[in-house]
């Protein structure tokens, strides 16, 4: 059964180790993650979770805007809004994000993955058509 899992083929394309799935597939078990819908998303090597995420999400929503004088990036911009914390804990709750601290360390660094997925944090409110401001009237 798991030997059919599109994340365990994406997984072992991906370079990470028999040691590395398992450690990977516990933690989605242990959340109840829907294993066929769970999907990979990227790993980064960081001092630590929070920065990872941080600077993952970051990369992920790198835009650059290139005028004919300049290029303005926004992420300054991005930086001074966005509350990163709060933004990671809604693509938990609503799309089932997580990252995972994988073990051994690489020059003082540690690795992590991240993956999304149907979960028991998730739950129903996972659904592509929720808003974030569900409970905001207009």
């Known amino acids: 059964m798991k030997r059919d899992l599109l994340i365990l083929k994406t997984l072992k394309l991906k370079g990470f180790s028999n040691i590395d799935i398992d450690q990977i597939f516990n933690y989605l078990e242990t959340l109840d993650y829907d294993l ?5 998303i990227g790993k980064i090597i960081s001092k630590n979770e929070r920065l990872a995420k941080f600077f993952f999400l970051r990369e992920k929503l790198k835009i650059d805007i290139n005028s ?8 300054e911009i991005l930086d001074q809004c966005i ?7 809604l693509l938990v709750i609503k799309k089932g994000f997580c990252c995972i601290k994988l073990s051994g360390e690489w020059l003082g660094k540690v690795r992590f ?3 999304s997925g149907p ?3 998730s739950g129903p409110s996972a659904d592509l058509s ?3 401001y569900e409970d905001v009237n207009y």
Do not use: A, C, K
């Open 83 to 89: 509350d990163w914390s709060e933004f990671w804990r």
């Open 130 to 132: 929720d808003s974030i």
């Open 68 to 75: 004919s004088e300049e290029t303005f990036h926004i992420n």
């Open 36 to 40: 066929n819908q769970t999907r990979y």
């Open 119 to 121: 979960n028991i944090l």
């Open 113 to 115: 993955i991240f993956l």
